[in-house]
């Protein structure tokens, strides 16, 4: 074989690897919701598929971030109603196996996002992505109390309706 051709073959198979590699990151399940959801079947979102539902923004600093950012992220009151929710609870299920239990009402009453963008790009987990609870501390100062801090989940990975 003429090196010519073994380096057009080398350089293929790295151009598929990459393609697949991308292919792989966009089917990833990054959410799961299950429990009190239409037919008691578990709903899978990818990346795309939850963003897809409509994003909200919600600017504000928290225990986490001392100067005012941008997060971006579909309501989940939203997102609960695309699954057929019908529980009184979500409890919420991070990467890092953290669980917290939040009252259904703190999605409506307070317009709670799932975030999945900072100011504009996905976040990783190294900086509590994919996905963050996030409450609009600054437009609502009461909720800077230890109990919603604890249910500002970051890292979520699952959440289960109760
Ligand atoms: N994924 C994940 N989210 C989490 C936690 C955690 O350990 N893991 N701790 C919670 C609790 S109990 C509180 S009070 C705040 C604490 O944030 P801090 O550990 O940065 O102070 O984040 C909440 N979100
Ligand atoms: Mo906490």
Known sequence: MSLFLKALIVGATLML???????A???KVVLTVSGKVTNGEAVDFTFAELEALGMSAITTSSPWETDP???E????????????????TAAILALNKYRT????????????ILASRKNGEPMPISDKGPLFV????DDKPELNTE???SRSAWQVRSIIIE
């Open 147 to 149: 109990i919603y801090h």
């Open 25 to 27: 990151e966009s089917d």
């Open 101 to 112: 239990e939040v009252p259904i009402t703190d999605f409506t009453d307070h317009g709670v």
């Open 73 to 88: 992220g579909v309501p989940i009151a939203a997102l609960l109603l695309s699954v057929g929710a019908t529980g009184e």
């Open 17 to 23: 690897g990459g393609i697949s590699a991308q292919a």
């Open 134 to 137: 996030v409450y609009p501390f």
């Open 69 to 71: 950012v941008t997060f």
